[in-house]
Nanobody, 125 residues
Framework: QVQLVESGGGLVQAGGSLILSCAVS????????MAWFRQAPGKGRYFVAA????????YYADSVKGRFTISSDNAKNTVYLQMNSLKPEDTAVYYC??????????????????WGQGTQVTVSS
């Protein structure tokens, strides 16, 4: 069973940076799509970024392109989300998610099988 554990959230001022980490254990398939989603209070869970583990292909929501970078370290079984130029509207609980890789790429949270517990990111204005 794949397990995901996020870390790295916190409070930051607008314009600042944070890096989130997602430690992955229990991998059994040859490749996974690993993603970050976020959920603000009273709102739905929305796609932020994703990476295909064995190819390195990346996908981003329009709202974070140019500011956020997703990456993976296979040796450490960890996925990262580098967040720069943070805005108050980036405030949310950020979730790491995974699914066994299948074509085509999916960005809807219901398509993901594995989830972390979430980490809070708060951006003050």
């Amino acid at each position: 069973q794949v397990q995901l554990v996020e870390s790295g959230g916190g409070l930051v001022q607008a314009g600042g940076s944070l890096i989130l980490s997602c430690a992955v254990s229990g991998r059994a398939a040859s490749s996974y799509t690993m993603a970050w989603f976020r959920q603000a209070p009273g709102k739905g869970r929305y796609f932020v970024a994703a990476i295909i583990w064995n190819t390195g292909s990346t996908y981003y929501a329009d709202s974070v392109k140019g500011r956020f970078t997703i990456s993976s370290d296979n040796a450490k079984n960890t996925v990262y989300l580098q967040m720069n130029s943070l805005k108050p509207e980036d405030t949310a609980v950020y979730y790491c998610a995974g699914r066994i890789y299948r074509f085509p790429f999916k960005s809807i949270y219901t398509d993901y099988e594995y989830w972390g517990q979430g980490t809070q990111v708060t951006v003050s204005s």
